[in-house]
């Protein structure tokens, strides 16, 4: 997925804002504009997910159902087309700064290159955006590739009042999928002036509850507050 299919999507976006309430279309509802529009598309245009493939040693293809379960959600609800499947790259590869939007989860180690570091830096103080979401573990090794990434930003709390948890729903912060420590689950963030350009998740395990349904046994209604935070989530990246 290219750039072009953020821009194309945006257009889209634009097609039926106000079209329910917060500026979408009621739940479940199809935005007909963006539904014509996406049919004819080829998936050259489609918007996708680039899932990041770090070193380190760290599960990086953790919650393999989670992304095509978003993808396929996110396109039911807001009525973007998207493609079926992320597309798997590493931060080194000339292709990152072509998909907008990156993902990080894992329940290990990550660990980045100098060049890895300055790609991914240039590729996100250039608009792109990444979401790291810790799947119980990944905690301690993401916040120092975080503070490499920008030792000159601080890692903060994103405020509830924020637009990435009012884009689409109105979300009270990052849900509590998966208990593990029993700590309440956190929404950080580093800023590029106004502008939210990595949103991190931690006790959360948002990746856990976009699983299949099967995988972890989570009850519906913990599964939708997972969806609703990751739509949110991609949404805002894709307006903003």
Excluded at 55 to 62: E, I, K, L, P
Excluded at 122 to 139: I, Q
Excluded at 210 to 216: A, G, K, S, Y
Aim: glycine share 12%.
């Amino acid at each position: 997925m290219h750039v072009a299919a953020f821009a194309a999507a945006a257009l889209l976006l634009m097609g039926y804002n106000g079209a329910g309430a917060q500026g979408h279309p009621p739940e479940g509802g199809d935005p007909p504009a963006a539904r014509r529009a996406g049919a004819a598309m080829s998936d050259e245009y489609r918007v996708t997910i680039a899932r990041l493939k770090y070193g380190g040693g760290g599960d990086w293809y953790a919650d393999p159902s989670s992304l095509p379960n978003l993808l396929s959600e996110f396109s039911r609800r807001t009525g973007i087309p998207t493609a079926s499947m992320e597309k798997v790259i590493e931060p080194g590869d000339p292709e990152l700064s072509s998909f907008p939007f990156l993902y990080m989860t894992g329940h290990g180690n990550v660990s980045f290159t100098g060049p890895e570091l300055e790609k991914l830096r240039a590729h996100l103080l250039g608009g792109g955006f990444l979401y790291a979401d810790d799947n119980y573990g990944m905690d301690k090794s993401f916040r120092k590739a975080a503070a490499a990434l920008f030792p000159e930003r601080e890692l903060v709390e994103v405020p509830f009042g924020h637009p990435i948890y009012r884009c689409f729903y109105t979300l009270d912060g990052p849900p509590k999928i998966h208990e593990h420590d029993g700590r309440p689950p956190e929404g950080l963030g580093i800023f590029d002036g106004d502008r939210l350009m990595l949103f991190y998740t931690y006790e959360s395990d948002v990746g856990d509850g976009l699983e299949d349904p099967d995988v972890h046994g989570d009850p519906a209604d913990r599964r939708e507050a997972a969806m609703r935070m990751a739509v949110n989530v991609f949404y805002y990246a894709m307006t903003r």
